[in-house]
């Protein structure tokens, strides 16, 4: 069984991002970036399974910039086998949107023939979690979205997904090939050790020009202003807790 | 990345220059840098590690504890950090100069004690079997020390040998079934990992065919019987390092164990500290910026009458006094790491440099640290107090402060008298034969008294020029107060060790002073980001830093009023002082 693995290269999680000059967009000139932590989690999941000897190849897709390879490689430091790089010059945090992505991981689908994708529910620069659904409907294959345990079956053909669902947990049976999406309690991603850092860079990376793929690129969704959230405000400190609910009560909060 | 280029390998040194008013701009500019793709490499390795270190490595439990948590332990023999710069066919992450000074610098800013842990196994432990092993030696032993599994150990220090390292008696002897194998005994003391390495690098005096005993270095198994360490000492800091005594009783090494040759154990010990100590630079470099994000931090939190701490001025400047030293340190280690990747050999000098100069910028940063912080920074809930104690220890071991100003100085003054081919014997271990070196350099200094050219830094960009104008008037006063010393104490220069000290931390000032230019100007021609910041950071380091040396060469000749009055005071208070055994004045009570 091979498994596709999407890797985006976003924002890092701790990074403090700054809004452009013109609103447009964040500005990503300067700030670390580093791979999507629940790509992490789902490349976490698919070298879990090679190492149940569920999977044969991991693969590792990032569709960006020239440096979207270093999310690959990191993937491969992990334990992937080989990489995909689809370029592109488009922004991936909003001018290549979901549907474009999915569009051209349907058509790498086709022509490598995985048994099942597993992606990072969303991706924390646009926070879309579109990909995966619109991926699956494009594929005509079932999806296990926000899966938070995975299980393949003995025989490769199906896989039991526990998925988090308001309120509870829901486990479902899918068919493979499947499009499976990775929530933050699926797995503790490893921390990738030097030797095998040292060694991703003898692993192979193909190049594929996105704009060879066939399939339209054009977003659907037009960004008209991007603005900084509301500064908090600096809070007071209370003695204790009569002194906050008689401060909650002047205020009308209670 | 292992790879060393010969692109380097006629590059000189830079520091010694310095003592004849010259300035080798080769070694600083351009700047060094890896290739595009090693540094591609290095930055995928950072990532993880410092995450690691983050998130899964408690430096507070650790000092509390005295040991390295052993989870921790177990996770950092997998991820690589006991064989950073390993040759990869022995199982170790094969990283150059840089990229070991950049993993350093992550271990630096969270745990020092734990960077000696690991420091102590690769950087001096087993160091010596990756630079003098044969290849018997190497793969018998590197792959299970590259991994962790076994820890190593560098054994030199005795009770009665610590600077003086050729004074050890710890002796080998060939056992007298003519097997060829050694037969050691001997006590060493404060070794680093003595409690817990598997593998010993011991320095131990043999016989000579001529009686006398000279020292050879072995790799000793601790299975090899006799051997006993004591109890982890009680110490101020690093204290999740294992530092014990150590003791070989009839302790058979087999020849075979032999590290390098018999009798050139003091050149093995030496190469191991000389190869070694650039990474010093970069864990210290880690340490600064941590004290830095604190201080910072609190400079602008902390309200006090009303408005920011950092908004006054005294608290402003400590700020820029740390951020310039920090400037200036992280330069130099890393021009040193670079020059050694690109094959340069002669760094030793810049070297020894970089390791008084990083530890004691450290020092200099985190006390001002403390003292930003207040009270807080008192108080053990904060890092800051455990990072004071941990690092007071650099500017002791691998070399102290006052023993490598003196390495410095004496080279400086021997290249000096610029001939060195007759001294060139006397000069393999300056500090042994002091007068030696000194004698001939002198006469050749009185022949050769002609003023030299006006060293430059032309290389500069008009933005850095006030700091190259200082360095370059700084070199050519060092270069000029040098020669005035040599011409007035001739021989006896070994024993004026106040000016010598402050040739050497004006030395020190001026290379890391120009490292930091010849940084800053790779960022001008590059139009980095912070290209602006660094020139103020370059100028402003470089601008003080002037002020000091320029203080300090005055004080050096033998004509200044250091000269004539201060350094004799000061020798006759230090003999009353020996003399009473404490402090020799009466009350001002009178009793
Ligand atoms: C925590 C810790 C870990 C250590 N780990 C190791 C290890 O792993 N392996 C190992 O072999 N050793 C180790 N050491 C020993 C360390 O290297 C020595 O402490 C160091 O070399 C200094 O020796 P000393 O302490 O005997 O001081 P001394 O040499 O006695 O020096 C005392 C003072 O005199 C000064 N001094 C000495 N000679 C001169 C001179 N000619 N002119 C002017 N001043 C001079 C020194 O600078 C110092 O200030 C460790 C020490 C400590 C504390």
Redesign the interface.
Known sequence: MRVFVGVKRAVDYAAKVRIQADKKAVDIS?VKM?INPFCEIAVEEAVRLKEKKVAEEVVAVSIGPKQAQ?VI??AL?MGADRGIHVTTDMRVDQELQPLAVAKIMAALTGEHDPSAWLLGKQAIDDDSNQVAQMLAGLLDWPQATFASEVEVSEDKKSATVTREIDGGLQTIEVPLPAVISADLRLNEPR?????N??K??KKKIDTVDAASLGVDLAGQIEVLEVSEPATREAGSKVEDVDALLAKLKADGLL | MASTSAAGSDITGFTRELFMGRLNSKFMHPFPEPKEEDLETLKMLVDPFSKFMENENDAAKNDRECAVDEAVKESLKPMGAYGMMTPEEYGGVGLDHTGYARLVEVVGAHDLGLGIHLGASQSIGYKGIVLYGNKEQKEKYLPKLASGEHVAAFCLTEDGSGSDAQSIKTRAVPADDGSGDFILNGGKIWISNGGLAEVFTVFAQTPQPDGKDKMTAFIVERGFGGITNGAPEKKMGINCSNTTTLNFDDTRVPAANVLGEVGGGFKVAMGILNQGRFGMGGALTGTMKTCMKYAAAHAAERTQFGKKIGEFEMIQGKLAGMATRLYATESLAYAIAGNMDRGVTDFQMEAACGKVFSSECAWWVADETLQILGGLGFMREYPIERIVRDLRIFRIFEGSSEILRLFVALYGVKAAGDDLKPLQKALKNPLANLGAIVGPAVSIARARIGAPEKPSLDFAPAQLRPAADVVEDCAARLGAATRELLLKHGKGIVDRQLPLERAASAAMEITAATAAIARATRAVSRSTDTAALEVSLANGFALEAGQRVRALIRDMTPSSEAGTTIDPLRRDIAKSVIAAGEYPARHPLGF
């Open positions: 300067n580093a270093e490689r990191q430091a921390y990738a050790t030097l030797p850092i040292m991703a860079k």
